[in-house]
T-cell receptor, first 114, second 120 residues
């Protein structure tokens, strides 16, 4: 079975600093995709970044980058130059080959301090 | 185009009542998913449609839960005889993925704002 672990229930970061949110995953499939979502207090899940298991380079999207370490089965999200609007829940999710649904981790609540 | 929309945004039901939750996916997205999110937790998969076909309903917690997508666009999640443990946010997501072998960027799921169901 597939599983996502996010070991940081809550994180604090100073505005304009960088922060890393941890995500480890467990799967026996060779083909899989890893996704990060942001969920502000309004409740909507906002897609941030995607990393494929066969991608040789770490994914980047603006201020978001993914530190993908396949051997360690980790896919940590790095947010550079944090902004107050980054305060939210962040979820790591995985989809494996031949399985359509996502498996989500428990999430990390990020609070950006002014 | 417009994103995924869900209605109602909030629903309060008395225990034992039936409820129906609606999802309008992104136009042209063939894949549609329903998830249940309990307070303080990550979303959990309920069911998956490809066009009008319900290909996976393994996550539905009981036979009181029923979902349909008769014309391959709008979907409805129905909960019969609601119980207090059904209280949660119900999220709908859609993607352009055709569910072919391999995983790619097209498998990205785009979520609606959710329906918060409270059962008294």
């Amino acid at each position: 079975a597939q599983k996502i672990t996010q070991t940081q229930p809550g994180m604090f970061v100073q505005e304009k600093e960088a922060v890393t949110l941890d995500c480890t995953y467990d799967t026996s499939d060779q083909s899989y995709g890893l996704f990060w979502y942001k969920q502000p207090s309004s409740g909507e899940m906002i897609f941030l970044i995607y990393q494929g298991s066969y991608d040789e380079q770490n994914a980047t999207e603006g201020r978001y980058s993914l530190n993908f370490q396949k051997a360690r089965k980790s896919a940590n999200l790095v947010i550079s130059a944090s902004q107050l609007g980054d305060s939210a829940m962040y979820f790591c999710a995985m989809r494996v080959n031949y399985g359509q649904n996502f498996v989500f981790g428990p999430g990390t609540r990020l609070s950006v301090l002014p | 185009g417009a994103g995924v929309s869900q209605s109602p945004r909030y629903k309060v039901a008395k225990r034992g009542q039936d409820v129906a939750l609606r999802c309008d996916p992104i136009s042209g997205h063939v894949s549609l998913f329903w998830y249940q999110q309990a307070l303080g937790q990550g979303p959990e998969f309920l069911t998956y449609f490809q066009n009008e076909a319900q290909l996976d309903k393994s996550g539905l917690p009981s036979d009181r839960f029923f979902a349909e997508r008769p014309e391959g666009s709008v979907s409805t999640l129905k909960i019969q005889r609601t119980q207090q443990e059904d209280s949660a946010v119900y999220l709908c997501a859609s993607s352009s993925s055709l569910g072919l072998a391999g995983v790619g960027h097209t498998d990205t799921q785009y979520f609606g704002p959710g329906t918060r169901l409270t059962v008294l």
